[in-house]
């Protein structure tokens, strides 16, 4: 396969937009998803929304969640990555019905993977995770939600409950026309390895993260 088209198994011109492709069903520990695949031509990532539920249109429960290979798949304790998707799923199967958009392309904030480890080598010399960023001249935060409110606009949702602590992906569902309702937030208790990464989400990324305040610092 050469080209993105080629995964589609059709020869067809430049295609522009986000598709949807595929629907499969998704049995997991957490409850039974229907894993709806798409393909962005712009971007050539391939994207894919976990659906739990009769979603509806409006006031529906999502979660954005970036891809974090380190934390998702790893139990990696430097960020809380992997246990907030954990509760993003739980939340959606008990709330009956919702969304999991699992976002490609998001690594380390948009920089890509090994960028992203390497930003973790200087963290762990003792840099924060903002300015590891910069000290390999990469942006903070490179993530675009457009594919994001394209599958939401796709499944027929118009407005949701976002399940997140970041600010900007509010302002960035609300500039691409996804109204939000409501932001839950998605506290994950904080250990030794992530207390100060959380800080400095908080502090220099404007996460919403009240929960630390209980936390005694000891860093
Ligand atoms: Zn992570």
């Known amino acids: ?19 949807r492709v595929v629907n499969a069903p998704l049995p997991t520990v957490y409850g039974k998803f229907q894993a709806i695949g798409y393909m962005d031509h712009d971007r050539g990532d391939e994207q894919v929304a976990l659906v739990y539920g009769e979603i509806g249109t ?18 990696s304790q430097h960020c809380e990555c992997g246990d907030q998707l954990d509760a993003a799923l739980r939340a959606v199967v008990s709330e009956g019905a919702g969304v999991v958009v ?14 992203k480890l390497r930003a973790m080598a200087l963290q762990a010399e003792g840099l924060d995770t903002v300015e590891a960023n910069l000290a390999l001249g990469l942006p903070v935060d490179a993530r675009d939600y457009g594919v994001a409110a394209r599958i939401l606009d796709d499944l027929g949702v118009k407005s949701v409950r976002l399940m997140s602590n970041n600010p900007r992906k509010r302002e960035a569902l609300v500039s691409h ?23 400095t989400k908080r502090e220099r990324l404007d996460h919403h993260l009240p929960h630390l305040d209980a936390v005694v610092s000891s860093s």
């Open 177 to 199: 026309g996804i109204s939000v309702a409501e932001q839950v937030p998605l506290l994950i208790p904080p250990c030794e390895n992530n207390i100060t990464y959380l800080r």
């Open 58 to 75: 409006d006031d529906v429960l999502i979660r954005l969640h970036s891809e974090c290979l380190t934390g998702d798949a790893f139990g």
């Open 1 to 19: 396969m050469t080209d993105n088209i080629g995964v589609l198994g059709k020869k067809a011109p430049q295609r522009t937009g986000v598709e």
């Open 102 to 115: 699992y976002l490609r392309g998001h690594e380390g904030r948009g920089i890509g993977l090994l960028a």
